[in-house]
């Protein structure tokens, strides 16, 4: 999906990115449940604390800011695991734009392109929202320096074609999107510092945009 974007008429390229979401609500419907609903928090402590300690481990000037992202994150998603488990359904995990296959089946005829995805590793009982946040975080950091992109695929194209194909989603559903989106930006931002790029703008830049989506949250 990644390369097709950046090669894509505009009108294409939204079709695309709703094909994406309509696959991804596909998923979910299927209402899987082939993990245990307890490997959520316990893999979003271990997750939550090795994001941290790549910043102290390094004495990161940021480092209070990620502790207290890294802190409210995990007390949302406490808070959502107490009261929704039951609605938690088996998603992809790690759901972005390089991982989604955009195919045509026969070359001459549009009407067989078709969406996959890869890299099922990080695949776990979780909030619905958890893959659409973490697809609208990583699709705006991997076309950061394509505006044109951003700019003419907005993330409402796939939010709304992902809630229409959904046929149901929580009422807080949007609010959860913004948690996960924080989320996933702080795993960024602490990659970006495992790869020795701790002083790049863009760590900064992903912290506040943590920070300014769980602002969203109640």
């Not at 999906?1 to 309509?22: H, V």
């Not at 195919?103 to 001459?108: A, E, K, R």
Request: with cysteine; aromatic share 10%.
């Amino acid at each position: 999906l990644f390369e097709k974007l950046l090669s894509a008429t505009i009108e294409d390229g939204r079709e695309y990115i709703q094909m994406t979401a309509r696959w991804l609500a596909k998923l979910h419907r299927l209402g899987l449940r082939i993990t245990s609903p307890d490997e959520f928090l316990l893999r979003e402590n271990k997750r939550m604390d090795g994001y941290l300690a790549r910043f102290t481990r390094t004495g990161h000037r940021h480092s209070g800011k990620v502790a207290d992202i890294s802190g409210a994150v995990l007390d949302a998603e406490k808070s959502l695991f107490q009261r929704n488990t039951n609605l938690f359904i088996q998603g992809h995990g790690d759901f972005h734009p390089k991982n989604v296959i955009i195919g045509q089946d026969i070359q001459d005829n549009r009407s067989t392109l078709f969406v996959a995805a890869i890299d099922f590793e990080s695949s776990m009982v979780m909030p619905q929202a958890f893959d659409v946040g973490c697809f609208l975080s990583q699709f705006h950091n991997q076309f950061l320096n394509h505006p044109l992109i951003i700019s003419t695929i907005a993330n409402d194209t796939f939010l709304e074609a992902y809630m229409e194909a959904s046929g149901s989603t929580q009422g807080d559903f949007i609010y959860q999107v913004e948690l996960f989106r924080a989320r996933t930006n702080l795993s960024i931002a602490a990659y970006l510092v495992k790869l020795g790029l701790g002083e790049s703008p863009d760590v900064w830049r992903l912290l506040v945009e943590a920070e300014q989506a769980l602002t969203h949250i109640h």
